[in-house]
T-cell receptor, first 112, second 113 residues
């Protein structure tokens, strides 16, 4: 039972363009969402998060949008850079305390 | 260096054997989480410890067990290994709850042959 779904296993984007990574969730109790980025042979690293009381959070080139009614969030990277090529995981938790539930990840390739 | 140390980095063992994976959390972090990443799977939560006590349990098999010691390092024990246990095992730590973000180690790649 996948509570957090990333339906696109991979995405290819040209350098300088926008990358949009999508994530859907089924558990309406989730109230905090995070994105992690993973390079090969490394552990995932925290990228950006959003609370369910907000619908947008921005940090430099990275913006996360949350649509609670659709149970959908997305990560926008603008402009995309070759160094952004990695696997991106969406994760969710509730009550700020339960262990993170991760999606299967989306592999982003940014082509120069 | 994330501050979370996992050893060993690679492990190859035979079916039926038992192995122990070790994790030292980032200094000051009281919570340790174990996750398994199999081929084409996301990060599956196994178990959480907080300051020495089990806090939450996920999809952890009965053949697997874990503990957190007084110095806060944690060990994940995998026994009666099967081919399907081959995976990346990640440890993460956090100072409070996960909304403050986990810090992950670089993982242990287990290959069961």
């Amino acid at each position: 039972d996948q509570q957090v779904k990333q339906n696109s296993p991979s995405l290819s984007v040209q350098e300088g363009r926008i990358s949009i990574l999508n994530c859907d969730y089924t558990n309406s109790m989730f109230d905090y969402f995070l994105w992690y980025k993973k390079y090969p042979a490394e552990g995932p690293t925290f990228l950006i998060s959003i609370s369910s009381i907000k619908d947008k959070n921005e940090d430099g080139r990275f913006t996360v949008f949350l649509n609670k009614s659709a149970k959908h969030l997305s990560l926008h990277i603008v402009p995309s850079q070759p160094g952004d090529s990695a696997v991106y995981f969406c994760a969710a938790t509730y009550s700020g305390n339960t262990p993170l539930v991760f999606g299967k990840g989306t592999r982003l390739s940014v082509i120069a | 260096d994330s501050g979370v140390t996992q050893t060993p980095k690679h492990l190859i063992t035979a079916t039926g054997q038992r192995v122990t994976l070790r994790c030292s959390p980032r200094s000051g972090d009281l919570s340790v989480y174990w996750y398994q990443q199999s081929l084409d799977q996301g990060l599956q939560f196994l178990i959480q410890y907080y300051n020495g006590e089990e806090r939450a349990k996920g999809n952890i098999l009965e053949r697997f067990s874990a503990q957190q010691f007084p110095d806060l390092h944690s060990e994940l024990n995998l026994s009666s290994l099967e081919l399907g246990d081959s995976a990346l095992y990640f440890c993460a730590s956090s100072v409070e709850g996960p909304i403050y973000g986990y810090t992950f180690g670089s993982g242990t790649r287990l290959t069961v042959v």
